[in-house]
């Protein structure tokens, strides 16, 4: 294990799968994971996997199976409460199988055209149900929800397409995360946007830095465990 660090604090991990994975492939990942068990430190991290909302049951199942102790988050979740909203999934129903979930992310309010309103209420859904909250924010002067519970630092150009991004300088993150330390009354703080194994030292050096949100890089168990294993 590379566990030199010297430090007790304990990061977060999340695996934010997006729109990836079957089935099937999310079973080779946790027999991957399980097979690797013995090689993980699960006492210094809090290891978070968001999947699509159709896997999260069978995840949950897979997980508990193989005894790991690994959280689920959703990626995303209903601005409403139960009721008739078609296609839609709330905070209830994700608290079901999860215990986080990520609310504001980029591509939600590019591709989806979210709003701050609707970031708010949706906060206020997963709060209500009992959800922790990770809110994502793009830039250093984004709202901080009050009720958020965990902040990610996602930089949106940082953020990789099909697994290709340019991570952000870790001095550039540093500035930004003791401007926004103020702020965050005593939550954590993560840096999300192109992590991966040969960056990713350089971003825990950064004490402030609580852990990181990984899109392509988690992709690949391989990937992730050597991500999550550097601490
Ligand atoms: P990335 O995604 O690691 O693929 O850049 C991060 C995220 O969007 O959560």
Not at 61 to 69: I, S, T
Request: glycine share 6%.
């Amino acid at each position: 294990m590379d566990n030199q660090n010297n430090n007790s604090q304990k990061k977060i991990f999340i695996a934010n799968w997006k729109s990836n994975k079957t089935s099937q492939e999310v079973q080779n990942f946790i027999e991957e994971l399980k097979n690797h068990k013995e090689e993980i430190n699960f006492e210094n991290k809090t290891i978070v996997i968001a999947p699509s909302f159709t896997l999260l049951p069978k995840t949950r199942q897979l997980v508990d199976e193989a005894n790991l102790q690994v959280k689920l988050s959703g990626q995303n979740v209903s601005p409403f409460p139960e009721g008739a909203y078609t296609g839609d999934v709330n905070a209830k129903q994700v608290k079901e199988f999860a215990e986080y979930v990520i609310i504001g992310h980029s591509e939600r309010k590019r591709y989806f055209h979210e709003s701050e309103n609707d970031v708010e209420n949706k906060i206020k859904e997963a709060e209500d149900q009992g959800l922790i909250v990770v809110q994502c924010i793009q830039n250093e002067n984004s709202q901080i929800h009050d009720k958020a519970d965990v902040v990610a630092y996602e930089p949106p150009d940082a953020i990789s397409t099909f697994g290709v991004g340019e991570a952000e300088d870790p001095e550039e993150i540093r500035k930004v995360f003791e401007k926004i330390s103020e702020e965050l009354k005593g939550r954590s703080l993560l840096y999300g946007g192109s992590v991966n194994k040969d960056n990713i030292e350089s971003y825990l050096k950064i004490d402030i830095c609580a852990g990181f949100l990984i899109g392509g890089a988690s992709l690949d168990p391989q990937s992730f465990m050597s991500l999550i294993n550097k601490w």
